[in-house]
């Protein structure tokens, strides 16, 4: 089974919970009433189909990003982070109270033993990504210190993962065939996915969250890209003024990355600023992607904004198509599998009552 983490909304649903006044009806349905005793500002922030979605629920999943992003950004900055985070925690809450409402009328569901593979999964992938879990025991214990979640709280959300996968498995997705055409045309089409080894020279602009002009900066980058302006002059001039500290060999943000040995010359530390994958995710993806002279769009994080441009590649081998043509068939897929979801999660929405109350004029870290 495929592994699931549900993204937000698709843009209809969420236009559909924009709707003035917090209450939004279901397509064809009449407006979802507010259960008796729940006041608009109390700790209940949406109600789907009767289900009460609560503030608490939303903190326990963003609290404590939110108590460390606080700690860099003025007030200004941090309220307008905290409103946005908490909205999409609230936008997953209520679209997975959807999925599992339907998951129960399908009467689908999860064992403690599927639960358990679907964390070996998870402890694999974060092995890969560093980590040294040999149990399941180490595992519980690594995403408590996480998440913030208990293991029966974090064994609860892999249920309700799984569930929604499995829900998607009878509904969604469906084989998909593509032909050989198809594949060998996106092999093609994106060389620069498929290379091995050798080195990457990247340009690299980024504007810290806590600068004053933060927002600022990253408009006027992105409205002198639409211009045409060359990203080496942009790069130069947010660095002369401070707004950017990733100064680089030219003065312009300029990094040479070892992509790897195989299949190119051994870089001596002198050659290179460093491997590639030492990046911060998902800077290495994205560069991974970008043909030479193209530019990111804004790559929104934590701390701040990035936008690359991959400025040559050189060295390395190319991969044949015999050793990617799975690779591709599985992501083609996976593109589809995506696309329907979206369009079935749409459906669902509409379908639903649900109403939208306001934040808490109080929370943990003050008023938001």
Known sequence: MKDVCRRGLAGAALAALACAGGAVRGAGEAAAAIPGGVRRGSAVVAVVNGKLITFEELWVRVGRELEYIRTLQSEEQFRAYARDLLDKARTDLIERAVLLARAAEEDIKVDAREVERYAERDMERMNLLGENLTTLEDYWHATEEKTGFSEKMWREELRARVT???????????????????????????????????????????????????????????????????????????????????????????????????????????????????????IPQVVARLRPGEVSPRIQMVLGTHFVQVVERSGGRLKSFAEVQGDIQKKLTRQVESRAEDEYVRALVAKADVVVLPFPAETPLGKL
């Open 164 to 282: 929604i996968g499995r829900l998607f498995q009878k509904f969604v997705w469906e084989p998909n065939f593509f032909s050989p055409a198809l594949v060998r045309g996106y092999y093609h089409e994106h060389l620069e996915e498929f290379q091995e080894g050798g080195f990457v020279a990247v340009r690299h602009l980024y504007i810290r969250r806590e600068l004053a002009e933060h927002r600022q900066a990253v408009d006027e980058i992105e409205q002198a890209l639409a211009r045409g302006e060359d990203f080496k002059a942009i790069a130069a001039r947010m660095i002369s003024r401070g707004l950017s500290d990733r100064r680089g060999r030219d003065g312009a943000g300029k990094f040479i990355y070892r992509l790897g040995a195989r299949g190119g010359r051994e870089g001596a530390a002198a050659d290179c600023d460093g491997d590639i994958e030492s990046l911060l995710e998902p």
